[in-house]
Each structure stands twice: as structure tokens, then as C-alpha cells.
T-cell receptor, first 115, second 114 residues
Framework: GENVEQHPSTLSVQEGDSAVIKCTYS??????FPWYKQELGKRPQLIID?????GEKKDQRIAVTLNKTAKHFSLHITETQPEDSAVYFC??????????????FGKGTKLSVIP | GAGVSQTPSNKVTEKGKYVELRCDPI?????LYWYRQSLGQGPEFLIY????????DSGLPNDRFFAVRPEGSVSTLKIQRTERGDSAVYLC????????????FGNGTRLTVT
């Protein structure tokens, strides 16, 4: 199966509501989990990250939770605003065939915030 | 300071031709990465440099793809005998301390093979 699975692929919410995006990963040795936001035609930009020694991290309206036992992590955006509309990617450090750990990305979630 | 710079921003080439894509990382970042992003997909790892050496090239799809970083700063991704399936956005990223630290992406080069 996929090294990193991300759900849902699309998400529409009303402005002011919360949005939750979930990811699972396969490598129990993974220890770094960033989230990127990518607006149309632009570069992916880091919005928050978490390491395996922490269960939760918050930065204003954005929070990430990590469950290492279940191998899943989630992004939570509260009080959504139209400018939050973008594609969000989760990533996990996964061991490659050459033995180093590199970020493997999910397929993305297209978030639409409806004014 | 300046972010990761990639040139050209767009490249259109004919099937079978050779192309070079350039990346100028953030000053002081020793780690450099190339990723490929197809439409509607997440970035896919290609190759990782630590300094001048390719520490992990396991993501390169075949031997038509090659990358160099001769002085430990600027990197060039080279694609020989391009195929239509090579069409994608090629993203370069750099980081201060390797894969378990934040990756800073450039704007990418959109490659179209006709």
C-alpha cells in the first residue's frame, strides 16, 4: 500500500467552521511529520510540523496531533477563512531503498472555504 | 534572505531532447533535494544531496535522470532523451540539517515534453 495515505481528497467547509485532514503512514521508525499548504501555481509552504516525541502542537488556528501507536496524524484548522482555501499535503519521513529517511507526501486535500 | 531559486520557471521541449533544470538553494543550507510533482499529486522524492555528494538517488526513475552539485551549492537536474511522461513540475528544496528538518521549496520548473 501507499507509504502515506491522506483523507479526504477534497473538503468543503463554511467560513468559521473547523477542518480536519487525516494521514496514516507505514514506517514505525518515522519521526518527522510536516504539513504543507500549496496555493494554485505556487510552491508548497510549511505551515506546521511535529516530531515523534510530541503528541500535539498548536500554532494559532492550526494544530497537529500525532498517534505513534496507530501511525496516524491529523491537521486541524479552526475558524476557517477564505484564504485557507488551498491544497494541503501531509508528509512523513520514510526510509528509502537506499537507507536514508526522506519525506514522502500524501496525495493532498483540496480545501475550499465557502464565504 | 532569498529563498530557493529555480530556473527556468517553464521549459517546453520536444520528445527526445536533453534538458537541464537549475536550483540555487538558500545560502548555508547543506542539504538539497529534488522532487517531482505531477498534476493532482504530492511531491515525489527523486534525489538528496548532502554537500557535493548525492547521498540518496533512489528516487530517480531511470538512468535518463542525473543530478549534480559540484560545489555544494547550485544543483542541476539533467534529463536525457526526454519522454512525454517526464512532463511535470520539478521542485527543488533545501534544508539546514537534513530530512528531519523543514524543507524550503522553490517555485519549481514546469517541464512540458511535446
Amino acid at each position: 500500500g501507499e507509504n502515506v495515505e491522506q483523507h479526504p481528497s477534497t473538503l468543503s467547509v463554511q467560513e468559521g467552521d473547523s477542518a480536519v485532514i487525516k494521514c496514516t503512514y507505514s514506517d514505525s521508525a518515522s519521526n518527522y511529520f510536516p504539513w504543507y499548504k500549496q496555493e494554485l501555481g505556487k510552491r508548497p509552504q510549511l505551515i506546521i510540523d511535529i516530531r515523534s516525541n510530541v503528541g500535539e502542537k498548536k500554532d494559532q488556528r492550526i494544530a497537529v496531533t500525532l498517534n505513534k501507536t496507530a501511525k496516524h496524524f491529523s491537521l486541524h484548522i479552526t475558524e476557517t477563512q477564505p484564504e485557507d482555501s488551498a491544497v494541503y499535503f501531509c508528509a512523513a519521513s520514510i526510509r528509502t531503498g537506499a537507507g536514508s529517511y526522506q519525506l514522502t507526501f500524501g496525495k493532498g486535500t483540496k480545501l475550499s472555504v465557502i464565504p | 534572505g532569498a529563498g530557493v531559486s529555480q530556473t527556468p520557471s517553464n521549459k517546453v521541449t520536444e520528445k527526445g531532447k536533453y534538458v537541464e533544470l537549475r536550483c540555487d538553494p538558500i545560502s548555508g543550507h547543506t542539504a538539497l533535494y529534488w522532487y517531482r510533482q505531477s498534476l493532482g499529486q504530492g511531491p515525489e522524492f527523486l534525489i538528496y544531496f548532502q554537500g557535493t555528494g548525492a547521498a540518496d538517488d533512489s528516487g530517480l526513475p531511470n538512468d535518463r535522470f542525473f543530478a549534480v552539485r559540484p560545489e555544494g551549492s547550485v544543483s542541476t537536474l539533467k534529463i536525457q532523451r526526454t519522454e512525454r511522461g517526464d512532463s511535470a513540475v520539478y521542485l527543488c528544496a533545501s534544508s539546514f540539517a537534513g530530512a528531519n528538518s523543514p524543507l524550503h521549496f522553490g517555485n519549481g520548473t514546469r517541464l512540458t515534453v511535446t
